[in-house]
Structures are given as C-alpha cells and as structure tokens.
C-alpha cells in the first residue's frame, strides 16, 4: 500500500473501509473527501468491509495512515486513559467523572435507534472493564 503522501499529489489510493453499518452515500462521499485532502489523492480505489467488532462508526485505512473512529477505538481510548489516571484516581467518582468527560467528547450520533442498541453493547462492555480496572486500582 501506498503511504499518504504530505506534499505531492497521489495519483490513485487504495482505501479500506471497515464498519459495522454501512456508510451512508452522504458519509462515504464525506470520508472520501477527508482521504482526498489528507492525502493529496486524485482517484481513490475504495473497498467496503463489514466488521462487527467495531461495535459502531469506521475504521479508515488508507495508505499507511488508519484513522480510527470506530466505537471499539473510542472503549480502548476511555480505556488507556483511565489506565494512565489510575494513580490520580481515588474514588468511584472520579472513575465516572472521566467516562463522562470521555463520552460527553465522543463523536457518535446517539439519536439513531442503532446508537441506542449500541449504547447498552458499549455500557455493558464499560462496566466490565471499569469492573476489571478496580480489580487492579483496588478501590
């Protein structure tokens, strides 16, 4: 695969998208765009992939950049950053305070009826992991 390229123009680039939920023509014709710019790309060669374990949104591959804006990419990110807060973390309270900065700053669109049957899959997986997490902080 061809890297994105910073300054010269890419004649034609292989793009991999990954979902749970098919792209609208709307957001695929967006994602595209994004790819164009980003990567200084005439033509994109777009292949669309089916992945359940996304849990929601996309994963983008193109080149050799991967842009990440998949639910299970946000869980890790909640994830890594409790990990790296876990000395500041004194309390129940503080563990919900930042899943709540964290969600709150989330880009899912939680007013279609998916992202609700979504929102129980991501809260079941959060409190199994938050579970795990005062295993290891020992709240």
Sequence with gaps: MMKCARLRKVPSLKVDISYV?????????????????K?????????LKEDKNLLG????????EEYDWSMRGRLQQIE???????AAVSSMDDIITILKTEIDESAFDKSK???????????????????????????
């Design 113 to 139: 009826e998916k992202s609700v049957m979504l929102h129980g899959s991501a809260t079941e997986l959060l409190t199994s992991r938050v579970s795990t997490m005062q295993c290891t902080v020992r709240l």
């Design 21 to 37: 939920v098919p792209p609208t023509d709307e957001q695929l014709f967006k994602i595209k765009e994004f790819i164009k710019d």
């Design 57 to 64: 949104g996309f994963v983008i591959r193109a080149g050799h």
């Design 80 to 86: 890594n950053k409790m990990k790296e807060n876990v």
């Design 39 to 47: 990567c200084h790309a005439d033509e994109l060669d777009v292949s």
